[in-house]
């Protein structure tokens, strides 16, 4: 994915929809706007973080990072 990529709204999730707003050295950046205009970020996203970012039901994870473009894996949280 590369900045401006579109992720649609994960609706049995509760998460999205989200926009790579940022993909470079340092990190992933996503943002998402809900139906009633809530902003959420998820700001410097890395494969080396230490595990997925999880909002609501879903889970984003940072692969890897080749120059402008980052591989994600959305899934399902755990609980």
Do not use: C, W, Y
Not at 16 to 36: H, I
Not at 59 to 66: E, M, N
């Amino acid at each position: 994915m590369t900045k401006g990529t579109e992720i649609p709204r994960a609706a049995g999730l509760r998460a999205g929809p989200f926009t790579v707003s940022a993909v470079g050295a340092q990190g992933v950046d996503l943002t998402s706007v809900d139906a009633s205009g809530f902003t959420s970020n998820l700001l410097g996203q890395r494969p080396d973080q230490g595990g997925p970012s999880t909002v609501n039901e879903l889970s984003i994870r940072v692969l890897a990072i080749v120059g402008d473009t980052a591989r994600l894996r959305l899934f399902p949280a755990e609980h």
